[in-house]
């Protein structure tokens, strides 16, 4: 038998759970979070960075009710395809920018830190953020046997989006939205 107060317990854990369940009073929030290239100390290295303003719902037409984040200041996009097995050398990114890697696995290296390397699989977790212009750069290759295709969509010279580094090196996550 449940005495009376433990029942108003339960019931109240209950309502806490369903309520966290269903994000009920705004607690919880979802962000973007990306791994990133940046210039440092004359050289590249890998940070995870989080978007600072979470998704928000959408009144989009078509999408009403899905979770977006707005991001801005982007200057333009490139369509890339990438053949099986192909080496990018070290390179600085072209420009500051997203890369949305659409399929294939990308392998990232630091020549200068051998501990400092990022595998990135095209798809769904495929957006990092490639910003090292400067310094000597980063290792691309593409070891896998299908092709990559990638959208490379720069910022407008010189923005940078706001953000919290989160941690040295890449992202350690399962999914690149990430509910807190
Ligand atoms: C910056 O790089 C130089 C040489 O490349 C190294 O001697 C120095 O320790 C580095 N500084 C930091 C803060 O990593
Ligand atoms: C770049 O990465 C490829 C593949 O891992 C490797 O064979 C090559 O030696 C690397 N180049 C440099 C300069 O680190
Ligand atoms: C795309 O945007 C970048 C960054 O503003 C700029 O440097 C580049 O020239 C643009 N490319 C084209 C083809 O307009």
Same mark, same amino acid.
């Given at each position: ?12 854990? @209950? =309502?806490?759970? @369903? ?11 979802? !962000? ?6 940046? %210039? ?5 290295? =890998?940070?995870?960075?989080? &978007?600072?303003? +979470? ?22 996009? $490139? !369509? $890339?395809?990438?053949? %099986? ?8 990114? +072209?420009?500051? #920018?997203?890369?949305? &890697?659409?399929?294939?696995?990308? *392998? ?5 830190? %051998? ?11 495929? @957006?990092?953020?490639? =910003? ?5 750069? *980063?290792?691309?290759? !593409? ?8 959208? #490379? ?13 989160? !941690? ?5 996550? *399962?999914? #690149?939205?990430?509910?807190?």
């Amino acid at each position: 038998m449940f005495s009376k107060s433990s029942l108003v317990i339960a019931s109240t854990v @209950l =309502l806490s759970s @369903l309520a966290s369940a269903l994000s009920i009073g705004g607690r919880s929030t979802t !962000y973007l979070e990306a791994t990133t290239l940046v %210039p440092k100390n004359g050289t590249s290295a =890998l940070e995870c960075w989080r &978007f600072a303003s +979470p998704l928000s719902t959408s009144a989009g037409a078509g999408t009403a009710g899905a979770s977006t984040l707005v991001i801005d200041n982007l200057a333009n996009a $490139t !369509y $890339t395809v990438i053949p %099986p097995r192909f080496e990018g050398g070290v390179h600085n990114a +072209p420009h500051a #920018q997203l890369v949305a &890697f659409l399929s294939g696995t990308i *392998h990232i290296t630091i020549p200068t830190d %051998p501990s400092a390397e990022a595998w990135v699989q095209g798809g769904i977790n495929g @957006l990092i953020l490639a =910003l090292d212009t400067t310094g000597s750069g *980063h290792n691309t290759s !593409y070891p896998g046997n299908v092709e990559t295709r990638a959208l #490379q969509i720069p910022f407008d010279e010189g923005f940078v989006p706001d953000h919290v580094v989160l !941690y040295e090196g890449p992202c350690q996550i *399962h999914s #690149q939205v990430v509910t807190i």
